[in-house]
């Protein structure tokens, strides 16, 4: 409801819309027009709220007569940007939809700054909720956080709502609605009707409101951050959900021993022999830079260990099987280089529950892996059957929708498993009817699984194949992860300089993410593969192109 018209003369307010108690008149006769103009001069006047609000108004709009278009909410609006959101120290960040689609919990990630949400990136988390994608259950999952956010807010929508309100401590700052118009001008040449400016319009004038501290946009739009950046804008990429911001500094599962490692390392040496194993207990510098499954050698391969166990100063290493040996084939297969004979290793090894392998294309990661897995399913019946899936992410242009089954559907992107398949199988040797019988036998266990379809299932004594993993999000590696069930290794397979999903770089992949986050524990294992062994043509065409 709209305020009465403003009076021409101030005097009147105190007369028509406060309560003043009578003032004895002075002695000296005063002229009105100095009453009029020094209404207030130590009056012991007792003003209501509403008063001290109309006289406020009146000092700074002095020659407006009609109170009716500029509503008090949105002065009261301009005050509350100005005694709480100022804070020394305190950024506001303002949040493009699209980071609220990629991390739901991203609202919570910003430690004790203040977020601000446009009424635009309501609007377009609103346009993406329907669906069972993963972009949408995300949309659905921060619509529901922001409702519980409310709950909690008591009303005081325009004061921010204390972002720890459901329990994340580690969120001390405010979240903060656009409740009024925020317009301001934009360059000639960017449209007013688009999503993206009308952000960088709510951007732009925030930053004139809020001149005590920087107001940054959050994107995961690359030319949302450059149109944001040439307008004078600060902008920055989302790099909570990176593990790490340099990949070189991704574990590797392997370290290199010093040539005088026996000297420096081996004083109080500890050696014995268990279940046919040899064991050393060792103790020196290098101790606090190892990780339990970490994969130690020396440069000349005389020596090559795992690490089996950390207590305090001191290493329990473990001499590991040397699968470069034609005796210690595995299906036929034997390493051909360190790294694979680690790999191997950690997949033969019935201790280890979860492994991941890295390495460029052509060394040998979906090989060993399914030479492993048959090993462990026809020979040694470890595990039941094999599961092969995949991320079904193209890297070129569509092909339209795949008739048939789950498994028919699938077929296409089976071509990696298909290929070493063949090779599995001309290894074992034999006529071709014994080679086809085997194939029957060995396709008989090997089941191919589409990952929309696995939410809600358990696996039971399954060896479980994650081809081309780097495309999966550290949201769907966990819900992969949990599927596990009794007796059953998961392996995760992928190169993570070749990542075709949008949104996802080296450092934000889910496969970067588990192995970063399996670092150390007793039963998961890493290694990074390094030398290609697929054939000249290959390595040569990896180190030119």
């Known amino acids: 409801m709209p305020l009465p018209p403003l009076p021409k003369k101030r005097g009147t307010i105190l007369t028509d819309m406060t309560a003043v108690e009578p003032v004895p008149e002075p002695a000296a006769v005063v002229k009105a027009e100095t009453v009029v103009e020094k209404p207030m001069k130590k009056a012991p006047v007792k003003r209501t709220p509403r008063a001290k609000k109309t006289e406020t108004i009146a000092k700074t709009h ?5 109170l009716a278009p ?59 909720k329907k669906g069972m994608s993963d972009v949408a259950r995300n949309a659905r999952q ?23 309100a459901l329990g994340n401590t580690e969120a001390e700052g405010k979240l903060f609605f656009q409740t009024e118009t ?36 959050v994107s995961k739009d690359i030319n949302m951050r450059i149109k944001a950046t040439a307008m004078g804008l600060e902008a920055e990429d989302y790099f909570n959900d990176k593990t790490i911001d340099d990949t070189d500094m991704l574990y590797s599962g392997r370290m290199e021993l010093p040539a005088d490692f026996w000297e420096t390392h081996g004083k109080k040496m500890e050696s014995w022999k268990e279940d046919g194993q040899t064991l050393y207990r060792i103790s020196g510098p290098l101790v606090s830079q190892m990780f339990v499954n970490l994969f130690v050698f020396l440069p000349d391969d005389s020596f090559m260990a795992r690490v089996k166990k950390i207590e305090g100063k001191t290493a329990t290493l473990c001499v590991v099987r040397d699968y470069m040996q034609s005796k210690h084939s595995v299906w036929g297969i034997h ?15 019935p201790e280890i529950d979860f492994v991941t392998l890295l390495g460029q294309a052509g060394t040998g990661k979906t090989l060993i892996t399914l030479a492993a897995a048959l090993s462990q399913t026809m020979d040694m019946r470890r595990f039941a059957e094999i599961i092969f899936t995949r991320a079904t992410v193209s890297v070129g242009e569509e092909i339209g929708f795949l008739p048939g089954t789950e498994e028919e559907k699938m077929l296409p992107w089976m071509g990696a498993l298909e290929d070493n398949l063949e090779v599995l199988n001309k290894i074992e040797g034999g006529n071709d009817w014994g080679r086809s019988a085997a194939n029957d036998l060995i396709r008989s266990r090997i089941k191919v699984k589409s990952m929309s379809f696995m939410r809600g299932r358990t696996f039971l004594n399954k060896f479980v194949i994650i081809d081309e993993a780097q495309n999966l999000s550290p949201k769907q590696m966990k819900t992969l992860i949990t599927r596990a069930g009794p007796g059953t290794k998961i392996v995760c397979l992928g190169n993570i300089a070749q990542i075709d999903t949008p949104y996802l770089t080296e450092g934000s992949s889910g496969l970067t993410y ?7 524990w007793t039963h998961a294992g890493h290694v990074t593969l390094q030398r290609g062994e697929r054939s000249r043509l290959a390595d040569f065409a990896t180190d030119a192109l």
């Open 62 to 66: 002095d020659a407006i007569t009609d």
């Open 514 to 520: 588990v192995v970063d986050r399996f670092k150390g």
């Open 70 to 128: 500029c509503p008090p909410s949105t002065t009261a609006k301009h005050s509350t940007l100005g005694s709480h959101r100022r804070s020394k120290g305190k950024k506001l960040f303002v949040l493009d939809t699209n980071v609220l689609m990629h991390d739901p919990s991203s609202i919570f990630r910003f430690e004790e700054h203040d977020i601000f949400l446009p009424m635009v990136t309501l609007e377009e988390l609103d346009g993406h």
């Open 142 to 164: 921060v619509s529901r956080s922001i409702d519980q956010l409310l709950g909690h807010s008591m009303n005081q929508i325009d004061e921010g709502i204390p972002l720890n």
């Open 182 to 217: 925020l317009v301001a001008e934009l360059p000639q040449g960017l449209p007013q009707g688009k999503a993206d400016n009308q952000i960088l319009s709510v951007v732009l004038a925030l930053k004139g409101l809020e001149k005590e501290r920087a107001v940054v946009l």
């Open 335 to 349: 390493a051909r280089n360190r790294e694979q004979c680690f790999a191997l290793n950690l997949m033969m090894d």
